[in-house]
């Protein structure tokens, strides 16, 4: 997540997607909802949705806050309030401002006096005078500002006591300066936070403490990341040496296509991953003394670590010649991304060039991570217009065949199969609320299952513990899936499970065991927990 300036208000915007008619789902206006999973939009009115597809009209009030928690935020009348997930009123709607719970605290205002309440709607502390926060607890911390500047209330369970962090590096100052020093504070996270404070140019240089206030190093950064898996990306601005891809050069492996001879830099962020004890991600390089140094690995994007893995990528120049006198415009815009994928050592989990953005079969990279025993990516595929996900056995790796789509159980059968109509409404009966409410006349299951497994664009994958897997009651991978009818998006919520997949030989055939068993592997499977039958989804 990029690092931004707090601002009142951020939390307060919501946007209702456009309308469209619904007639799948019962709608339950009286009763507060078991098990809710969602807050869904259907026709510009918000519901909560539980597991049985059951809706709690939410239309009373003005708007909601778009997140979805124990507890979520109603808005009525330029006033805010709190109730259940369920439905059910916690505190009166008589707010002027209203945050997020996280670890059973939530912020309001009433004017300019700022409150913490806990999840029965009490108030059990009460800011000082000029203290406010737009922010929700994260580790026991809270970022606080005064007097635009800002520092932490830290939370002692045992004692159920609020106290300030203060700056353990300059008692000199009053309590009151030991703690407000920063023009910006993040969450915790891991047991650090991002600070940052503003250089002499008034920009914001950003650093990391610790949860005692301790500053983790004397490093500075124009970005920087929390810790996640044990690594911070951050970054500067500088120049960035970029790499010249020559598209004619025909034969040999791939790094024999780049013209290294050519020398050519952009003015760019560049990242790099630093730990705590404030070394890099780095490789060794040699010296002209022949002396050895550890060199941070630069990328042109890097994401956080996930699972011990992570998406990097690295800008080319693409030349459809190799000029031999290594002179080329580094002025123009042919410039593309090529993506990797690192493990928690910087090793490439693929040996050879994963299929990026400037070649047939095309795909933009968004995220990366471990599922079981697979490495699972999405991307934006640019022939096809839509998001897909690919996996890859883990011990597969740096094999570059082993990268493959993974399967959509609405596809199981074939568009050829007798009864296939028949077939996918039985096992999808959401198709034909699909079918009547949104395609044209005259459109098929097999159209709409084209578009439902080809999402015009995904979010990133995370759990909800509010979805979980039946067979295992352990959360679900979920991701939300938006899709086009012809004439309009809607949303829905794809989960990523293991399934059994009968292992085929070269010839197509089934692999039979030593047993005389037909052998199975596990394999990702994409199906739909919600139904893509919503204006909007938030789970």
């Not at 539980?50 to 909601?64: K, P, R, T």
Request: with cysteine; glycine share 6%; aromatic share 16%.
């Amino acid at each position: 997540m990029l690092i931004k300036l707090l601002k009142k208000g951020l939390l307060f915007s919501i946007v209702i997607f456009s309308a469209i008619f619904f007639s799948g789902c019962k709608k339950n206006a009286n009763n507060y909802l078991n098990n809710p999973i969602a807050i869904v939009y259907i026709d510009n009115k918000p519901y909560i949705l539980n597991n049985d597809q059951s809706l709690y009209d939410l239309s009373e009030y003005d708007s909601i806050m778009p997140y979805f928690s124990d507890y979520l935020i109603v808005k009525k009348d330029n006033l805010f309030g709190y109730i259940k997930n369920t439905g059910e009123p916690i505190t009166p709607i008589c707010y002027t401002e209203a945050y997020p719970f996280s670890e059973e605290k939530a912020v309001v205002a009433i004017g300019s006096n700022f409150y913490l309440i806990d999840d029965a709607g009490q108030t059990i502390y009460t800011f000082d005078s000029g203290v406010s926060s737009v922010a929700s607890f994260s580790d026991g911390f809270l970022a606080i500002i005064k007097d635009h500047k800002c520092g932490y209330l830290v939370y002692d369970a045992e004692k159920q006591s609020f106290s300030y962090l203060y700056h353990p590096q300059d008692v000199t100052q009053t309590l009151d300066e030991a703690n407000f020093i920063y023009d910006y504070c993040g969450d915790f996270n891991e047991g650090y936070a991002v600070v940052g404070t503003l250089d002499e140019n008034q920009k914001l240089k950003y650093t990391h403490i610790d949860n005692n206030g301790n500053y983790l190093y004397d490093l500075q950064w124009d970005y920087a990341n929390n810790f996640v898996n044990g690594y911070a990306v951050v970054g500067n601005y500088m120049n960035y040496k970029v790499r010249v891809y020559c598209s004619d050069i025909i034969g040999g492996d791939f790094e024999d296509k780049f013209d290294d001879l050519a020398n050519g830099n952009i003015q760019m962020m560049t990242y790099m991953y630093v730990r705590p004890d404030g070394t890099y991600l780095s490789e060794q390089t040699s010296n002209a003394d022949g002396t050895i140094s550890n060199t941070p690995k630069y990328f042109a994007m890097a994401r956080d670590f996930n699972n011990d893995v992570a998406l990097v990528a690295q800008i080319y120049l693409f030349s459809n010649e190799k000029h031999y006198n290594h002179n080329y415009n580094f002025s123009s815009e042919n410039f593309f991304y090529n993506y990797n994928f690192i493990d928690h050592d910087g090793n490439f989990i693929v040996s050879d060039n994963i299929p990026n953005n400037w070649r047939k079969g095309s795909c933009l990279y968004d995220d990366f991570f471990v599922f079981n025993d697979y490495y699972i990516a999405t991307y934006f595929s640019i022939p096809s217009n839509s998001w897909s996900i690919k996996n890859m056995p883990i011990d597969q790796a740096y094999d570059f065949s082993a990268i493959t789509d993974t399967s959509f159980d609405l596809k199981k059968y074939s568009p050829n199969e007798p009864n296939y109509d028949e077939l996918i409404l039985n096992d999808f009966p959401w198709i034909k609320d699909y079918l009547t409410d949104y395609c044209a006349q005259g459109r098929t299951p097999s159209y709409v299952t084209d578009r439902a497994v080809h999402p015009y664009r995904i979010s990133k994958f995370q759990t909800s513990k509010y979805i979980l897997d039946s067979s295992s009651s352990e959360p679900l991978l979920l991701a939300k899936a938006e899709i086009f009818s012809g004439f309009k998006d809607s949303y829905g919520l794809i989960g990523l499970t293991l399934v059994d997949s009968v292992v085929k030989d070269d010839n197509g055939n089934d692999v039979i065991d030593e047993n005389g068993n037909i052998q199975t592997i596990k394999k990702p499977l994409l199906s739909y927990i919600i139904p893509p039958l919503y204006d909007e989804i938030i789970f």
